[in-house]
C-alpha cells in the first residue's frame, strides 16, 4: 500500500470515438445510461469544455504522449509512426520521476511487439499488454507482452479483458513506488457491434437524436437509430467496466491516493449535421468527456468551463503529480487550475484544434474552441462559427451574421496558429493515408447528400470515375 507522503498514482483511461454527449453527465444523448461514469463526475471534476486537439486516432495518441502538436512529429493523419521516443514522453517522465509505468489496451502509435526498454515503448516498461488487432469486435483476443511472446486475454469483450489486466496491475502494487497506469479501450469506435448483454437495452426503442441529425427516410432512421443502439450499448459495456476498476482501485487501498483521469481520444458524429465519424469542427466530433479525481484534493462535484486541449495532458499531470515538467511542450501546465490554487493566474482563453487531413480538401481546416464559441476556418476563409451557450447543437452558423465576433475568434486563430507553429501549405502533407484523402475517402460522406467544402468538386470526380 502506498505511504502517506508518497507521490499520487496516475490511473489515465480513455476510450475511442465517445463524444462528450455519449456521457450522461454531459449534455445531449438523453437514451443513453452511464450511471457510473456520472457517479464518478459527482467524485470529482468535470472539464466542460475538453476537445481532442486533432480529432483522430493517431494524432491525438502522438500528441498525448507528447504534448506536441502533431505537425511537429508530422503525425497529422493515421497510417504513419515515426519514433517518437525522440521527444520528451510522458511515460518516460514518470518513469525518471520513480514511477512504476505500464499501457494496456489499443496503442496505434506503431509496432506493438516490443520488450521492456525498447524506445518505442515510450517508458511503459513496468506493463504492456496491448492487442495484436485494435478492432473490439475481432475474435483475436492475442496481446503482446514483449517482442516475441503474446497471450490470450481472458474475457468475453476486449474492454473486460483488458480491465481484468488493469485490475491484475493495480492489485499486484505493494506501495514500494508510485505507478501510472495508462488504459486504452477501442469502443465505441466503429464497427458498431456492441455485445448483446448491453445492447438489449437500447435495441428497439425510439432512440432521440440531436437535433441537428437531418431528416431522414424510414430506411436510414431505422438503419440509425441501429447505430445508435449498438454505439450506446458499446458506451454501456464501458461503463460497467469502469464500475469493476474504480470498485477494484478501493478494494486496494489506493483510491485516497490516486488521480484518476477518464476520456476520449475524440468524437463521433452519429449523422449530426448529415455527417459520420470524427476529423470535423463541430462540437459532435471534437469535445470530448473529461473527468478527473483526486480525493481531498481536487473538488468534488466541481465543473471548470476552461477550454482544455490533447497537448495539455502531459504538463498538467506532471504538475499534479509534482514532477518536473519538460521543457519546449506546446501544452499547458494547468494543474493549479484543477486543484483550485491558482484559477486567475493560468485560465487559458482558447484550445487551438487543427485537422490537416480531413473530408474538406487539404490542406483542411484550424479552429479555436472557447467556453462560450466553437470556430473553424479554412485556407481560404471562415467555415463555422457556434455561440455553444445559446445553440448548443451548432445550428446557427454565425459566419455570415456576426462579423464582429468572427473576426475577434479569426484574430484568435491566427495567433494559435503562430504560437503552435501551424501554417497552411508547409506542414503535414504527404505523410500516412494522405493520398486517400485526395479522392475515395472523402467520398464516404456523399452517401448521405451532406454538403461540405469540396463536396461538390468530389462528387464530380467520383462519378467520372464510376466511384458512385
Not at 469502469?242 to 463521433?268: C, F, K, P
Not at 458524429?269 to 481536487?298: A, C, D, Y
Request: hydrophobic letters at 35%; charged letters at 20%; a negative charge.
Amino acid at each position: 500500500m502506498p505511504q502517506p507522503d508518497q507521490q499520487p498514482n496516475i490511473l489515465f483511461v480513455f476510450s475511442d470515438q465517445q463524444r462528450a454527449s455519449a456521457m450522461g453527465c454531459y449534455y445531449g444523448d438523453e437514451d443513453l445510461e452511464t450511471p457510473h461514469f456520472d457517479a464518478f463526475a459527482r467524485q470529482g471534476m468535470k472539464l466542460e469544455s475538453a476537445v481532442s486537439t486533432t480529432p483522430l486516432c493517431c494524432p491525438y495518441r502522438a500528441i498525448l504522449m507528447t504534448g506536441l502538436h502533431g505537425h511537429r512529429m508530422g503525425i497529422t493523419t493515421n497510417g504513419y509512426h515515426p519514433d517518437l521516443s525522440e521527444y520528451a514522453h510522458i511515460g518516460k517522465a514518470f518513469k525518471n520521476a520513480g514511477y512504476r509505468c505500464g499501457y494496456i489496451g489499443k496503442w496505434h502509435l506503431g509496432d506493438v511487439q516490443l520488450d521492456s526498454g525498447h524506445p518505442m515503448r515510450l517508458g511503459f516498461d513496468d506493463e504492456w499488454f496491448v492487442p495484436l488487432v485494435s478492432s473490439h469486435a475481432s475474435p483475436n483476443r492475442n496481446y503482446a507482452v514483449n517482442s516475441t511472446e503474446t497471450v490470450v486475454g481472458k474475457g468475453f469483450d476486449k474492454p473486460q479483458i483488458e480491465a481484468n489486466r488493469a485490475i491484475e496491475f493495480i492489485r499486484g502494487q505493494d506501495g514500494g513506488a508510485p505507478w501510472c497506469l495508462f488504459l486504452s479501450w477501442y469502443p465505441p469506435h466503429p464497427p458498431l457491434v456492441s455485445p448483446e448483454v448491453y445492447l438489449e437495452k437500447y435495441r428497439g426503442r425510439d432512440l432521440k437524436f440531436h437535433p441537428n441529425v437531418k431528416t431522414l427516410d424510414a430506411e436510414t432512421l431505422n438503419r440509425f437509430q441501429d447505430h445508435y443502439a449498438h454505439y450506446y450499448g458499446l458506451v454501456t459495456g464501458l461503463d460497467t467496466e469502469w464500475e469493476r476498476l474504480m470498485q477494484a482501485l478501493q478494494d486496494s487501498g489506493q483510491a485516497e491516493n490516486t488521480i484518476v483521469v477518464y476520456t476520449s481520444d475524440h468524437g463521433e458524429m452519429l449523422n449530426s449535421q448529415g455527417w459520420r465519424g470524427k476529423r470535423w469542427p463541430h462540437r459532435e466530433s471534437t469535445q470530448v468527456p473529461f473527468l478527473i479525481r483526486w480525493p481531498g484534493k481536487i473538488e468534488a462535484n466541481a465543473t471548470l468551463d476552461m477550454p482544455f486541449g490533447t497537448p495539455d495532458i502531459f504538463p498538467t499531470l506532471c504538475g499534479l503529480a509534482g514532477i518536473n515538467v519538460p521543457s519546449g511542450l506546446d501544452g499547458a501546465d494547468l494543474s493549479g487550475v484543477i486543484l483550485g490554487s491558482d484559477s486567475n493566474g493560468h485560465q487559458q482563453e482558447y484550445a487551438y484544434m487543427a485537422m490537416h487531413h480531413s473530408f474538406i480538401p487539404w490542406p483542411g481546416w484550424r479552429g479555436i474552441r472557447t467556453a462560450k464559441y466553437n470556430y473553424a476556418r479554412m485556407e481560404e476563409g471562415p467555415w463555422v462559427c457556434f455561440d455553444l451557450e445559446n445553440d448548443p447543437y451548432e445550428q446557427n452558423n454565425l459566419v455570415e451574421e456576426n462579423g464582429a465576433v468572427v473576426s475577434e475568434l479569426d484574430g484568435l486563430l491566427v495567433d494559435a496558429m503562430k504560437k503552435a507553429g501551424d501554417s497552411w501549405r508547409d506542414v503535414g502533407r504527404e505523410v500516412g493515408d494522405w493520398q486517400a484523402w485526395h479522392g475515395n475517402k472523402q467520398i464516404e460522406q456523399l452517401g448521405l447528400d451532406a454538403e461540405y467544402p469540396g463536396s461538390e468538386a468530389i462528387r464530380i470526380w467520383a462519378e467520372r470515375n464510376n466511384l458512385v
